[in-house]
């Protein structure tokens, strides 16, 4: 072996040997049997209830299925750790670390599914749930910081006020271009008709079956009930869609066909849309939405009912 390979060996070898020794924690358990890994050894406060927490977090099955991965949004969770659901939870865990640490906690799936169906009232039977009998659930934590509860809020309420007027600025931006300040309501949504219905008029408690597609101003689609393959059917009055909808389809027909424009008052505000399955956003906070609406079809519940 020439001495640039051997060379080449070594450095593969220290390589190799640095990466496991980075990756190699220290296992921990606590008086209650929780036990968790400990990768890190910060210095500090653990954080108490009622603080806020910023993590970075991925949890698993005992398989290594992901079912949530934080680090898919464009930033850490921040909640308040207002209180522990059970012993040895995530929660629980974090407890344990200080700002800097990062750990795996192994989280018994038996008692998640305790919290999250039996004391929810959930009739599920566990089997048909990601918390396997016996298994335990394997949370990837990165505590990144801690805060008080005054010290996050104020944080958190200036951050909203510059996204919201962030988002403000793009839809102003679109009316100008576009020329949409005529087809403002008193309300605050813009409303273009393309195409006038002679249907039936929208009402309350009625059946409304659209087709419709959602973007934002810059183009993208962020939804539609194309993928549906049939048109998308709601009641009106009920709360089952977002508020900008309630408000302008009272004033619709069958066979009308629309451009709605809303500001994020009027869509999915501060909270944002997020994906169920994963948590990732949909939608992301104070975004403006346009949406090309045809209402297909109007009907009495009842009439539903009784197909």
Known sequence: MSKSSLSRLFLYAFCISLLFSCTKGKEMTTNAGFRYILYTDAKGPNPALDDFVTIEMVYKTAGDSVLFDSRKNSKPLRFALEKIPFEGSYEDGLTFLCAG???????????????????????????????KKGTFLKFDIKLIRIQSRLEAEQEIALEQSKREKAGDQILEKYISEHHLESYRDTAGYYLIYTQRGNGNQVDSGLVISVNYSGKFLDGRTFDSNAKLGQPYRFVLGARQVIPGWEKVFGKLREGDKINLLLPARLAYGGEGFRDPRDGTFIVPTYAPLLFEIEVVKIEKIHSIAGK
Do not use: C, H, L
């Open 101 to 131: 640490d990062s750990a795996t906690f192994y989280v018994p799936a038996d008692s998640m599914f305790r919290y999250y169906f039996i004391k929810q009232g959930k009739n599920v039977p566990q089997e048909q749930t990601e918390f």
